[in-house]
């Protein structure tokens, strides 16, 4: 990331592709990639990743990763006794390695993930919504205007005869004064 810096800042006072690519002992081809981007691109897979020997056996690896969840802890498939079995019983001759990961990637995916979920002071949500409401006895439809601040949890709600422009700037700005 340094030589990133400092090629990019060589070029931009002067320097030609040419001599920062003697410079800093690197090919032009690279000069000329580091110039077009402004940071790393990095590398990004095109296709997803091939596992001709394991597919054949997906289906009784995940049916024994399934049956393991009735069992204790200290009595589920570990990768490596998943690859012993698939070599006894199923004459498997693929690496360790690709049970491991394939091992791996599945209880990554079926883990339960939770997203923190943070607001900003200052951050507002507004949307409109519809009700059922009674008035005067007769039953109608109103749209209502909600303003919610999340991060001080205050709220405002407002109802008006249809959701239009002029219920939104009405709702919304002095709302928008007031938590300033």
């Given amino acids: 990331m340094e030589l990133y810096l400092r090629v990019r800042l060589a070029c931009a006072e002067g320097m030609s592709q040419r001599e920062a690519a003697k410079h800093f002992n690197i090919s032009r081809d690279t000069v000329r990639?580091?110039?077009?981007?402004?940071?790393?691109p990095g590398y990004r897979r095109t296709a997803a990743v091939r596992r001709p020997k394991l597919e054949a056996f997906i289906l009784v690896i995940?049916?024994?990763?399934?049956?393991?969840?009735?069992?204790?802890?200290?009595q589920r498939h570990t990768a490596k006794r998943v690859f012993d079995r698939l070599r006894e019983e199923h004459g498997f001759t693929g690496g360790y390695t690709i049970i491991k990961d394939y091992v791996r990637e599945r209880n990554q995916r079926r883990r339960e993930m939770f997203v923190p979920l943070a607001h900003a002071p200052g951050h507002a949500q507004a949307d409109f919504g519809e009700a059922l409401v009674e008035i005067?006895?007769?039953?109608?439809?109103?749209?209502?205007?909600?303003?919610?601040?999340?991060?001080?949890?205050?709220?405002h709600v407002r109802a008006y005869p249809a959701a239009v422009a002029e219920a939104w700037m009405d709702g919304a700005l002095p709302q928008a004064e007031c938590y300033q």
């Fill in 33 to 40: 990639k580091m110039l077009s981007y402004s940071e790393p």
């Fill in 62 to 74: 995940d049916a024994w990763l399934d049956e393991d969840r009735d069992v204790p802890r200290k």
């Fill in 136 to 155: 005067g006895g007769v039953e109608q439809k109103a749209h209502f205007f909600v303003l919610d601040l999340p991060h001080s949890d205050a709220c």
